[in-house]
């Protein structure tokens, strides 16, 4: 019966709220209407009568068939008295302030050119902690902060349980300040932060721009820790430069180790990342939808995540399949079909804009370089990316057939030359208007 009781709390419950609290949890006596059991800490045996005081009711009474009474003894092993006597209660045990989210690891994390260097410090500062100190990792909304951070922790947490781990948020940090000033209990704040703590994992650092006392208290913190050589992660969504109102000492503390940037994905990684993300959620796109998700919400991945969850939802709600028609309409977004038709005026408007020239210097006769290459450029894509045969190109900059067949020619060749300007001016070109199409839409 023991291993019975054992087993089935066990199944209950997630495996890192098991290896925190049960660790040494035991039956101690079972008797006709009672159990009890035994763990090896008073903080612990407090915690669990009152956080799983009634799944161990549940429990039993699952197992028995009838209402057991139980109770939880606090019993030291001799050993573990004498070394630990003067140590804090809990010293061994990872502290987390905000749980992580288990999802949040290394290995659900895709790696492509936009984080890869983001992605190599946090594994390094996980592998080695405090030794690339901080770690200063930054990037807009919803590139994958939260998740790298999380990651480190999730791989100290198994990998190095020995070590006081924090993760939380500026805001969170905040709070807890203002609480123990409140409660006259500064001293005890600054003792858990400062001293207690072998890594602290801090996300979202701007959320302290303006706020000057506790930059002043975040300060210190990182000096004792610093000097202490425990690791220090801060997540924030610019680089530290950009901090403004932020006391320079401390931003130039945050650019004492390594400043690592995210940005966003490239295609192929969205479309990894997304891939992911559906099987994480144990659903089935098609790759089409995938790909139309991945072009249009590459700019932040939370919102990429809440495209794929509504397709999924409505696949399994409407048991229908949703094809790229469908996915188009319910996130309101453009398909591929309709990019194509992009109103011609458009794509003059856009040459005008990422060149910088007007439509009146393009569709006039002027031999001014940059003109020149925009209109080259511009019945390139016409062409190629929108469909448009070559007397509709002819027509909309207002050109003789030959010429614009010749003019596309050249920029074919010096394409294939491995001409980089030129490429990048016609990825410049059509991710101005891919990022027009979908912002319209959205
Ligand atoms: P941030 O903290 O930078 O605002 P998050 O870490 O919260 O962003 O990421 C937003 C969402 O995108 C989360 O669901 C996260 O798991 C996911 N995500 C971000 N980057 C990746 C990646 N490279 N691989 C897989 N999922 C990712
Ligand atoms: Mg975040």
């Not at 089935?8 to 209407?33: H, M, P, Q, Y």
């Not at 703590?197 to 990182?222: A, R």
Request: glycine share 6%.
């Amino acid at each position: 019966m023991r291993e019975k009781i054992i087993e089935s709390l066990k199944s209950k419950l997630n495996r890192r709220v098991w290896e925190s609290w049960f660790g040494t949890f035991d039956v101690k006596e079972i008797g006709a209407d009672y159990v009890v059991f035994q763990v090896g800490n008073l903080f612990i045996r407090d915690w669990l009568e009152k956080k799983y005081g009634a799944l161990i009711s549940k429990t039993l009474r699952e197992l028995f068939g009838k209402q057991m009474n139980f109770q939880i003894d606090y019993a030291p092993a001799q050993s573990q008295e004498e070394s630990e006597q003067d140590e804090p209660l809990v010293k061994k045990r990872p502290l987390v302030l905000t749980p992580l989210n288990p999802i949040l690891t290394f290995e659900n994390f895709v790696v492509g050119p936009s984080n890869m260097f983001a992605y190599s410090t946090s594994i390094e500062v996980a592998k080695n902690p405090g030794k690339y100190n901080p770690l200063f990792l930054h990037g807009g909304v919803g590139l994958g902060k939260t998740h790298l951070v999380q990651a480190i922790g999730h791989y100290l947490f198994k990998n190095e349980p020995d070590l006081r781990v924090i993760y939380l948020t500026s805001e969170r940090f905040l709070n807890e300040l203002v609480d123990s000033i409140k409660k006259n209990k500064v001293q005890e704040f600054r003792e858990r932060f400062r001293n207690k703590v072998d890594v602290l994992l801090l996300d979202d650092v701007q959320f302290l721009i303006g706020k000057s006392g506790i930059q002043t208290e975040l300060f210190h913190t990182f000096n004792e820790l610093y000097n202490a050589g425990k690791q220090i992660v801060v997540c924030s969504d610019r680089d530290p430069q950009q901090l403004e109102k932020f006391q320079d000492r401390l931003v130039s503390r945050f650019q004492m180790g390594v400043v690592a940037k995210i940005d966003k994905p490239d295609e192929e990684t969205c479309f990894k990342i997304a891939n992911r993300m559906v099987q994480l959620e144990g659903g089935r796109l098609q790759e089409d939808v995938l790909r139309l998700v991945a072009t249009h919400f590459s700019d932040n991945l939370r919102r990429l995540r809440g495209a794929l969850v509504k397709l999924i939802m409505y696949q399994q709600i409407s048991n229908e399949t949703v094809d790229l028609q469908k996915a188009a309409e319910l996130l309101s977004v453009a398909s591929f079909e309709t990019k194509k038709v992009l109103p011609e005026e458009k794509l003059i408007d856009a040459l005008c804009k990422v060149f910088g020239v007007t439509q009146q210097e393009i569709l006039g006769k002027g031999r001014k370089q940059i003109v020149i290459n925009a209109r080259q450029i511009g019945m390139f894509v016409a062409k190629n990316h929108f469909g448009l045969s070559l007397r509709q190109v002819a027509e909309l900059f207002g050109r003789s057939h030959p010429t614009v067949s010749h003019t596309i020619q050249k920029v074919e060749e010096l394409l294939s030359s491995g001409n980089i300007v030129v490429k990048n001016q016609i990825d410049q070109l059509m991710k101005y208007m891919t990022d027009r199409v979908s912002n319209q839409s959205i």
